[in-house]
């Protein structure tokens, strides 16, 4: 089936160290990836997304991700990470199927910043 | 624009009530969905609609219901509240089906079913 995985669900980092969050994905073809944001009590931001072209995608908030079609992964990162960042990060995978496009998303990585 | 909005923000519901979950959006999009969000979870898809007058279900829509007359409107219907259903609601929009878009997402409503 296809599916999006985001295997930690908590990373702990302290401020100014850099950050990586992995996002794995099970599709067949080239997929539509996103990464979405989500401070406490508020709604989704996009940070970035890949639909074709250059692997590496830069997105808002000094974030970027690498799409490695060999590994099936999307990854997120930031070379330095704010106290602002910690928040909820969410991949998500264009799903095609019945001639619909569905938004699939992953079960999200709650990020902590320490000082 | 005001973008992807969402009323109530947050609501307190008995069990077996019935309440509608109030989306629009002002950019024209024809697609619209309905996520719930759970610890743990991610989010999940309940309803989406691809244009007005067509709906069709997503990965968990028992205890849903949808329509869209309106371009603009999406309500998400609970027509007998269980405290399974308590959880947060998000609203989201994109342009069109068959090209990749960004999907935009309402704030989200805080829904306590007792």
């Known amino acids: 089936a296809q599916s999006v995985t985001q295997p930690d669900i908590h990373i702990t980092v302290s401020e100014g160290a850099s950050l990586e969050l992995r996002c794995n994905y099970s599709y067949g073809a080239t997929p539509y990836l996103f990464w979405y944001v989500q401070s406490p009590g508020q709604g989704l931001q996009l940070l970035l997304k890949?639909?074709?072209?250059?692997?590496l995608v830069q997105g808002i908030k000094g974030f970027e991700a690498e799409f490695k079609r060999s590994q099936s992964s999307f990854n997120l990162r930031k070379p330095s990470v704010h106290w602002s960042d910690a928040a909820e990060y969410f991949c998500?995978?264009?799903?095609?199927?019945?001639?619909?496009?569905?938004?699939?998303f992953g079960k999200g990585t709650k990020l902590t910043v320490n000082p | 624009n005001a973008g992807v909005t969402q009323t109530p923000k947050f609501q307190v519901l008995k069990t077996g009530q019935s309440m509608t979950l109030q989306c629009a959006q002002d950019m024209n999009h024809e697609y619209m969905s309905w996520y719930r969000q759970d610890p743990g979870m991610g989010l999940r898809l309940i309803h989406y609609s691809v244009g007005a007058g067509i709906t069709d279900q997503g990965e968990v829509p028992n205890g849903y219901n949808v329509s869209r007359s309106t371009t603009e409107d999406f309500p998400l219907r609970l027509l007998s509240a269980a405290p399974s259903q308590t959880s947060v609601y998000f609203c989201?929009?994109?342009?069109?089906?068959?090209?990749?878009?960004?999907?935009?997402f309402g704030p989200g409503t805080r829904l306590l079913v007792l």
């Open positions: 989201a929009s994109r342009l069109s089906t068959g090209i990749p878009e960004t999907q935009y």
């Open positions: 890949y639909f074709s072209g250059d692997t």
């Open positions: 998500a995978v264009v799903l095609t199927q019945g001639g619909s496009e569905k938004l699939v």
